[in-house]
Antibody, heavy 118, light 109 residues
């Protein structure tokens, strides 16, 4: 069973960089699947942020491309999210997830709330 | 960008009854559509993928149908644990792109 756990600061100041880590257990991220970040703004819907595959190939949601970087450390079975120049609009619950077939989100972490505020 | 519109925004139904939720895509997504359930304070959970295939462990009372631009999630014989928010989600193979509908809240009547 694949399990994912997000970690990182719960408060980020405007204009700074949001950095999150997802630690995966039950499956080696180097062996396949697509590893994903999704966010959900308070009281709103879900937005796909981006994918990373086999620790190197990345795909981002076009509106976020200029501010997002995803990376991975296969030796630690972790992948990462960096979102630069954040504003209050980036306040959300951030989920890491896994796609088995690159189509739907099969496994999810519990999510971590990140608030952007001074 | 493909936009998914879910209706209704809120649906009231009775335990034991039937609920029909709709998802419309702004352009054809073939059968590249999934449904998720999110209970209050919890993580979304995959119910249906490829428009009509139930995910592992999902009860048979959940069924998905449709293709192209019109999709339906049907929940028969509603149980108390089924009252939640439901999202549809489409996926585009290349370039990879994933969008969600705004959700339908299924509440107890």
């Amino acid at each position: 069973q694949v399990q994912l756990q997000e970690s990182g600061p719960g408060l980020v100041r405007p204009s700074e960089t949001l950095s999150l880590t997802c630690t995966v257990s039950g499956f080696s991220i180097a062996n396949g699947y697509y590893w994903v970040w999704i966010r959900q703004s308070p009281g709103k819907g879900l937005d796909w942020i981006g994918n990373i595959y086999q620790g190197r190939s990345t795909y981002y949601n076009p509106p976020l491309t200029s501010r997002v970087t995803m990376s991975a450390d296969t030796s630690k079975n972790q992948f990462f999210l960096k979102l630069r120049s954040v504003t209050a609009a980036d306040t959300a619950v951030y989920y890491c997830a896994a796609m088995v077939r690159g189509a739907s989100f099969d496994y999810w972490g519990r999510g971590t709330l990140v608030t952007v505020s001074s | 960008e493909i936009v998914l519109t879910q209706s209704p925004v809120t649906l009231s139904a009775s335990p034991g009854g039937r609920a029909t939720l709709s998802c419309r895509a702004s352009q054809s997504v073939s059968d590249n559509l999934a449904w998720y359930q999110q209970k209050p304070g919890q993580t979304p959970s995959l119910l249906i993928y490829d428009a009509s295939t139930r995910a592992t462990g999902v009860p048979a009372r959940f069924s998905g149908s449709g293709s192209g631009t019109e999709f339906t999630l049907t929940i028969s014989s509603l149980q108390s644990e089924d009252f939640a928010v439901y999202y549809c989600q489409q996926y585009n193979n290349w370039p990879p792109m994933y969008t969600f509908g705004q959700g339908t809240k299924l509440e107890i009547k």
